[in-house]
């Protein structure tokens, strides 16, 4: 092995370690509101919410908001705050949704698109992760 | 009412999701593949769906499409359209209903709605919803599973605890197999009241349902008939027996159906549990009963390994007979014609999540009726997915 592949091999080893470190490691989800919220919730409340149980907090109609399904963010969430993985998730919305009982949470395709449509509606609670924060949203939790 | 619906979405808050003002609409589906072979040991009909000592799919293989309305923050519409294999795939509407919402906690549906007997009757269908390939057959004893009418469901809070309170009203004329006979039942004042408690691993219900029916009497099966011709007539010494004929048949019966139950998942441990007990005001072909089931199961990665056992017993009641001297021949056949069976149900299974929204699912049971001696083991798989 010549010096020049060797160093080429050591490049593309420190993008992969980089690239997954922060996902592996450090990652931490931040739940988001709206700048304007007040709110402040439990982690088992955080849970019911995003398990259609719990509609409102203080009297205030809570809207929960998803990242889209095979987001490592939302693989995150899943695991720290409800505390299920995505199949679990997906059996237990399905019990649900057959029975007209509840829909779940919207999804969104990206993080911006997630802090972009938290920071205009007042109702809406959703997560990223916790370096993309903005000022635009208010940090409610992070995990 | 345009304007209404826009200001209902804005104050929810979901303007940038909902960009249709006019009705939201959800498409879900689910559908199941699988087959099964019912190896009978010795008699028929512990396993009904299952043909004897053939692969049949039929039992398994459904499709459903569901579609959802939301036409404002307090009228929506719910319909789902069902095939199934039992039912030579013919296109059924298992749910139809309007729901008006009041508030967040309070929904008001009107229309054809499950009968909500046990934990699992809202999703029986939707295989993918829970462990086994169909709920336990010796408990989820019935062949309807609807009710036409309205019910009302309220969510509250108990402290740390989640309740659901259920309550419906309604009548049901479907059919009910009897002697292997499908036969017209018709269901009246059929109501009930159910409550759920949930906490994090914890979740447990309880049921009380109250209802009057009618079967009509099957007319197919030689014993029966020759029975009802014996009795209809005096034999030698003995008379007649009109009334026990009409105790026989199942006019006006008035039941009552409570069930309670809990579902454990705790870390990697599944352990779901339900009582239930069908009591009659008298004794027709149809008798009292009670069954009941535990399963527990352990979740390794993606496979779910679970075993079940289940019991069903009848508990008939013969005092319909005591007007009969104890050597009429007739007093035995009369006394055979009511249902009387002791079964247990030994279920191993594995349910394997190898993909997004698809579940494999393999099973082998052991059902054992201890009165009439019949054995039949059942090896089934199905694929069961949600989209």
Same mark, same amino acid.
């Given at each position: 092995m010549n010096k020049q592949t060797k160093r080429s091999w050591n490049f593309i080893f420190a993008l992969v370690w980089a690239a997954l470190v922060p996902a592996a490691v450090n990652a931490e989800v931040a739940v988001i509101a709206h700048p304007s919220q007040n709110l402040t919730v439990s982690p088992d409340e955080l849970e019911r919410i995003f398990l259609g149980k719990l509609k409102q907090v203080d009297g205030q109609s809570i809207v929960p908001i998803n990242l889209k399904m095979g987001s490592p963010v939302r693989k995150d969430f899943n695991e720290k705050v409800l505390g299920k993985t995505e199949s679990q998730l997906k059996s237990y919305w399905s019990r649900l949704v057959f029975t007209g009982k509840a829909q779940p949470p919207k999804d969104v395709e990206s993080e911006s698109e997630m802090l972009e449509l938290i920071a205009r509606n007042p109702n809406m609670v959703g997560y990223i992760d916790k370096s993309n924060l903005t000022p635009a949203v208010k940090l409610i939790a992070s995990f | 009412m345009k304007s209404k619906i826009n200001i209902g979405i804005a104050c929810m808050g979901l303007n940038m999701i909902a960009p249709i003002a006019s009705a939201e609409i959800m498409l879900n589906g689910f559908a199941s593949v699988g087959g099964g072979f019912n190896d009978i040991? $010795? =008699?028929? =009909?512990? $396993?009904? $769906?299952y043909s004897e000592d053939k692969f049949s799919a039929d039992p398994i293989n459904k499709i459903a499409i569901q579609s959802s309305a939301v036409l404002n923050s307090l009228v929506s519409v719910t319909g789902q359209l069902l095939a199934k294999g039992t039912e030579d795939y013919t296109v059924d509407a298992e749910w139809v209903y309007l729901t008006l919402s009041p508030d967040d906690n309070l929904d008001l549906r009107f229309g054809r709605l499950r009968s909500p007997l046990f934990i699992y009757s809202d999703y029986l269908d939707v295989g993918y919803a829970y462990p086994w390939i169909s709920a336990p057959n010796l408990v989820y004893r019935f062949t309807f599973d609807t009710v036409e009418g309205m019910d009302a469901l309220y969510r509250s809070s108990l402290g740390k605890w989640d309740t659901t309170y259920q309550v419906f009203y309604g009548r049901l004329t479907d059919e009910q197999e009897l002697f292997g006979e499908e036969l017209p039942i018709d269901i009246e004042n059929f109501s009930g009241i159910n409550f759920t408690l949930s906490k994090g691993w914890l979740t447990l219900r309880a049921s009380y349902n109250i209802a009057t029916f009618d079967i009509d009497t099957p007319q197919s099966n030689p014993g029966l008939n020759a029975l009802f011709a014996g009795l209809s007539s005096p034999i030698g010494p003995f008379p007649a027996y009109p009334d026990v004929i009409e105790a026989l048949e199942i006019t006006d019966e008035k039941a009552a159906f409570y069930g309670v139950g809990a579902q454990i998942h705790y870390e990697d441990w599944i352990f779901n549990t339900e009582y239930t007990e069908l009591n009659i005001d008298e004794q027709s072909f149809i008798s009292d009963d009670k069954a009941w089931y535990a399963m527990l199961g352990k979740q390794i990665g993606s496979v779910l390994v679970h075993a079940t056992y289940s019991k069903h017993e009848d508990e008939p009641d013969f005092s319909f007979t005591s007007g009969m001297s104890e050597m009429d021949p007739r007093r035995t056949g009369a006394e055979s014609a009511v249902l009387n069976s002791e079964t247990t149900q030994i279920k191993l299974g594995l349910r394997y999540d190898f993909a997004d929204s698809t579940a494999f699912k393999v099973e082998v049971s052991q059902s054992d009726d201890d009165k009439s001696d019949r054995k039949a083991n059942l090896v089934a798989f199905s694929i069961d997915t949600v989209f």
């Amino acid at each position: 092995m010549n010096k020049q592949t060797k160093r080429s091999w050591n490049f593309i080893f420190a993008l992969v370690w980089a690239a997954l470190v922060p996902a592996a490691v450090n990652a931490e989800v931040a739940v988001i509101a709206h700048p304007s919220q007040n709110l402040t919730v439990s982690p088992d409340e955080l849970e019911r919410i995003f398990l259609g149980k719990l509609k409102q907090v203080d009297g205030q109609s809570i809207v929960p908001i998803n990242l889209k399904m095979g987001s490592p963010v939302r693989k995150d969430f899943n695991e720290k705050v409800l505390g299920k993985t995505e199949s679990q998730l997906k059996s237990y919305w399905s019990r649900l949704v057959f029975t007209g009982k509840a829909q779940p949470p919207k999804d969104v395709e990206s993080e911006s698109e997630m802090l972009e449509l938290i920071a205009r509606n007042p109702n809406m609670v959703g997560y990223i992760d916790k370096s993309n924060l903005t000022p635009a949203v208010k940090l409610i939790a992070s995990f | 009412m345009k304007s209404k619906i826009n200001i209902g979405i804005a104050c929810m808050g979901l303007n940038m999701i909902a960009p249709i003002a006019s009705a939201e609409i959800m498409l879900n589906g689910f559908a199941s593949v699988g087959g099964g072979f019912n190896d009978i040991q $010795n =008699g028929d =009909g512990l $396993n009904s $769906n299952y043909s004897e000592d053939k692969f049949s799919a039929d039992p398994i293989n459904k499709i459903a499409i569901q579609s959802s309305a939301v036409l404002n923050s307090l009228v929506s519409v719910t319909g789902q359209l069902l095939a199934k294999g039992t039912e030579d795939y013919t296109v059924d509407a298992e749910w139809v209903y309007l729901t008006l919402s009041p508030d967040d906690n309070l929904d008001l549906r009107f229309g054809r709605l499950r009968s909500p007997l046990f934990i699992y009757s809202d999703y029986l269908d939707v295989g993918y919803a829970y462990p086994w390939i169909s709920a336990p057959n010796l408990v989820y004893r019935f062949t309807f599973d609807t009710v036409e009418g309205m019910d009302a469901l309220y969510r509250s809070s108990l402290g740390k605890w989640d309740t659901t309170y259920q309550v419906f009203y309604g009548r049901l004329t479907d059919e009910q197999e009897l002697f292997g006979e499908e036969l017209p039942i018709d269901i009246e004042n059929f109501s009930g009241i159910n409550f759920t408690l949930s906490k994090g691993w914890l979740t447990l219900r309880a049921s009380y349902n109250i209802a009057t029916f009618d079967i009509d009497t099957p007319q197919s099966n030689p014993g029966l008939n020759a029975l009802f011709a014996g009795l209809s007539s005096p034999i030698g010494p003995f008379p007649a027996y009109p009334d026990v004929i009409e105790a026989l048949e199942i006019t006006d019966e008035k039941a009552a159906f409570y069930g309670v139950g809990a579902q454990i998942h705790y870390e990697d441990w599944i352990f779901n549990t339900e009582y239930t007990e069908l009591n009659i005001d008298e004794q027709s072909f149809i008798s009292d009963d009670k069954a009941w089931y535990a399963m527990l199961g352990k979740q390794i990665g993606s496979v779910l390994v679970h075993a079940t056992y289940s019991k069903h017993e009848d508990e008939p009641d013969f005092s319909f007979t005591s007007g009969m001297s104890e050597m009429d021949p007739r007093r035995t056949g009369a006394e055979s014609a009511v249902l009387n069976s002791e079964t247990t149900q030994i279920k191993l299974g594995l349910r394997y999540d190898f993909a997004d929204s698809t579940a494999f699912k393999v099973e082998v049971s052991q059902s054992d009726d201890d009165k009439s001696d019949r054995k039949a083991n059942l090896v089934a798989f199905s694929i069961d997915t949600v989209f």
